[in-house]
């Protein structure tokens, strides 16, 4: 598979709603939804990198799969609400650049 740009994820998200779909759900069932995902996430993360063991059941669960389905849902609340997550994104990332040029260098904390 070639790999996408975030416009076109955007797009192609769309159109599976579109096809697939009924209706995006409303912005407010969306967020509970990431909300969800971003905890399944979590569950995963706690179990593979912490203290916390799987359950018989959870072993199948793939860190990827879970990632995926927050973009997903992300994908979604961008695309209901307006936002162009290409454009979004080269502005976060020229913000940060700005603030942060210095910072995470000089922080005594991050030093080895």
Do not use: P
């Not at 955007?10 to 990431?34: A, C, K, P």
């Not at 959870?58 to 389905?69: C, R, V």
């Not at 609400?81 to 650049?97: C, I, Q, S």
Request: with cysteine; net charge positive; proline share 0%.
């Amino acid at each position: 598979m070639e790999n996408i740009t975030i416009k076109q994820a955007q797009q192609r998200v769309d159109e599976w709603i579109n096809t697939h779909g009924v209706r995006y759900f409303s912005e407010l069932t969306n967020m509970v939804i990431l909300t969800e995902e971003v905890g399944e996430v979590a569950r995963i993360i706690s179990r593979e990198y912490g203290e916390q063991s799987f359950k018989k059941k959870e072993k199948d669960k793939k860190l990827s799969d879970e990632l995926a389905d927050v973009l997903f849902v992300l994908i979604c609340l961008a695309n209901q609400t307006g936002v162009d997550l290409e454009k979004a994104f080269e502005r976060n990332m020229e913000k940060k650049t700005k603030r942060d040029h210095k910072r995470h260098k000089e922080n005594k904390k991050l030093k080895k």
